[in-house]
T-cell receptor, first 113, second 115 residues
Framework: NAGVTQTPKFRVLKTGQSMTLLCAQD?????MYWYRQDPGMGLRLIHYSVGEGTTAKGEVPDGYNVSRLKKQNFLLGLESAAPSQTSVYFCASRPSGQLIEQYFGPGTRLTVT | QKEVEQDPGPLSVPEGAIVSLNCTYS??????FMWYRQYSRKGPELLMY????GNKEDGRFTAQVDKSSKYISLFIRDSQPSDSATYLC???????????????FGSGTRLQVQP
């Protein structure tokens, strides 16, 4: 099993450009999450999904959109990138019967200039 | 004020030392307390968790929660160079308004164990 994978690993965008980050998991997990990690701020939840076809906002959703068309994939979109969105983005998943452990991907490092 | 406070370090110790990592928090609704380990350029992975107050031991690692003081600790005995990583505390509370369990992370403490 590959676990949770993220594509791409690195990206540099110019202000105003758009992009989509892809998260894929092969563990048949219901719940999926997108976080951003910034120095001194910890991991902050952007959006999450409790199952295929569902999405919900987290703590810091502004400027991002998500979609969960297939159970194994969770996409994070930036429509018009801003320098404030420079961060490391992590995807995570967990099964519905397990409250605690989330399984994280390796991260995507995004720089917006 | 952040809900969860964690000293960023870095904390540098010699191999074999006992390491103490700590977090304080302000939300009394937190019920589950977790420690994640994050190696450089990797995603976090769950190390251990406790429910409510008390201690939990797993090999060289001991997690301690004191809800009366709103303080949690992770102790590492006989520290090894392979323990060098960033340690994130995390806490979970049920949010009845949204019907979900929220997870709040500390900002992480970077630990370096010198051979």
């Amino acid at each position: 099993n590959a676990g949770v994978t993220q594509t791409p690993k690195f990206r540099v965008l110019k202000t105003g450009q758009s992009m989509t980050l892809l998260c894929a998991q092969d563990m048949n997990h219901e719940y999926m999450y997108w976080y951003r990690q910034d120095p001194g701020m910890g991991l902050r939840l952007i959006h999450y999904s409790v199952g295929e076809g569902t999405t919900a906002k987290g703590e810091v959703p502004d400027g991002y959109n998500v979609s969960r068309l297939k159970k194994q994939n969770f996409l994070l979109g930036l429509e018009s990138a801003a320098p404030s969105q420079t961060s490391v983005y992590f995807c995570a998943s967990r099964p519905s019967g397990q409250l605690i452990e989330q399984y994280f991907g390796p991260g995507t490092r995004l720089t917006v200039t | 004020q952040k809900e969860v406070e964690q000293d960023p370090g870095p904390l540098s110790v010699p191999e074999g030392a006992i390491v103490s990592l700590n977090c304080t928090y302000s939300n009394s609704a937190f019920q589950y307390f977790m420690w994640y380990r994050q190696y450089s350029r990797k995603g976090p992975e769950l190390l251990m968790y406790t429910y409510s107050s008390g201690n939990k031991e797993d090999g060289r690692f001991t997690a301690q929660v004191d809800k009366s003081s709103k303080y949690i600790s992770l102790f590492i005995r006989d520290s090894q160079p392979s323990d060098s990583a960033t340690y994130l505390c995390a806490m979970s509370a049920w949010l009845p308004d949204t019907g979900r369990r929220a997870l709040t992370f500390g900002s992480g403490t970077r630990l370096q164990v010198q051979p």
